[in-house]
């Protein structure tokens, strides 16, 4: 085609399969990390939680009228004792796995001080809001308890 690049016959058979259930995947991951955001901001190892669903968030009316459908599955949230306390949580984290990049149908986290934001300094990313122990959540579709089972028992070692 003479307008750019054209998806294979396959990659389209893939999109259109996926299309199918994107419904049901995107109910799940924004109901999964607005119960994991809530949990986040009691654990007292928390010491702030990022997310446009809670009701606590400086920008929540704006997100109600603009999120009609569920607020999104990342979230962010600070862990006590900076980027030791985050590499802790990280570390003992069994369900969730540590990547480079977020996004898909698994839960994933990332240490923005360590990979998005890595070219900054300290003062740089703090002047963001993005401290050391600052951990980027992307809530996939997993079992809600399993999640937030291990999210527990990753923050336990910082109380």
């Not at 994107?22 to 986040?40: D, F, I, Y």
Request: proline share 4%.
């Amino acid at each position: 085609t003479n307008l750019g690049p054209t998806a294979s016959p396959f990659d389209s058979w893939l999109i259109l399969r996926g299309i199918k259930t994107l419904a049901l995947r995107m109910e799940r991951h924004c109901a999964n990390a607005l119960e994991l955001a809530e949990m986040l901001a009691a654990h007292p190892a928390v010491l702030s939680v990022h997310y446009p669903g809670l009701p606590t968030g400086a920008d929540y009316g704006l997100a109600v009228r603009q999120f009609r459908q569920g607020f999104g599955g990342m979230l962010s949230f600070e862990v006590a004792g900076g980027a030791a306390g985050a590499e802790s949580v990280m570390q003992a984290l069994r369900m969730v796995d540590l990547v480079p990049s977020l996004a898909g149908v698994t839960t994933t986290v990332s240490h923005p001080a360590k990979t998005s934001h890595r070219g900054l300094t300290a003062e740089e990313r703090e002047a963001l809001g993005i401290g050391d122990g600052l951990i980027r959540l992307s809530v996939g579709i997993e079992a809600i308890d399993d999640l937030e089972a291990d999210l527990t028992q990753a923050l336990a070692a910082l109380v």
